[in-house]
């Protein structure tokens, strides 16, 4: 079993930086991949980054190229999710998961997921 818990949402203005995080427990946390996912209102989840068990390999939405990175310490059990140039198109509710069993880029692929943390961009 894994618990999720996503922190580091907030209001920002365009152009900002944020850093969420997402705390976990379980054993097998630091041998999973991690993705980010989002959904804004009225709109379906959608996929924005994920790192493997290691770190060494990420995979990144198009839309957040250059501009988010993804990253973990398994020391910590903790993946992060910086955030730069954030953009009014970025509001949404950010959630992490975990224990992929299929592609790591597909919502349902994932066992576990956190509760979700708030990020809001004004313009």
């Known amino acids: 079993q894994v618990q999720l818990v996503e922190s580091g949402g907030g209001l920002v203005q365009a152009g900002g930086s944020l850093r969420l995080s997402c705390a976990a427990s379980?054993?097998?946390?630091?041998?999973?991949?991690v993705g980010w996912f989002r959904q804004a209102p009225g709109k379906e989840r959608e996929f924005v980054e994920a790192?493997?068990?290691?770190?060494?390999?990420?995979y990144y939405a198009e839309s957040v190229k250059g501009r988010f990175t993804i990253s973990r310490d398994n020391a910590k059990n903790t993946v992060y999710l910086q955030m730069n140039s954030l953009k009014p198109e970025d509001t949404a509710v950010y959630y992490c998961?975990?224990?992929?069993?299929?592609?790591?880029?597909?919502?349902?692929?994932?066992?576990?997921w956190g509760q979700g943390t708030q990020v809001t961009v004004s313009s």
């Open positions: 379980g054993r097998t946390f630091s041998r999973s991949p």
């Open positions: 998961a975990a224990h992929s069993r299929g592609i790591i880029s597909i919502a349902t692929s994932y066992d576990y």
């Open positions: 790192i493997s068990w290691s770190g060494d390999m990420t």
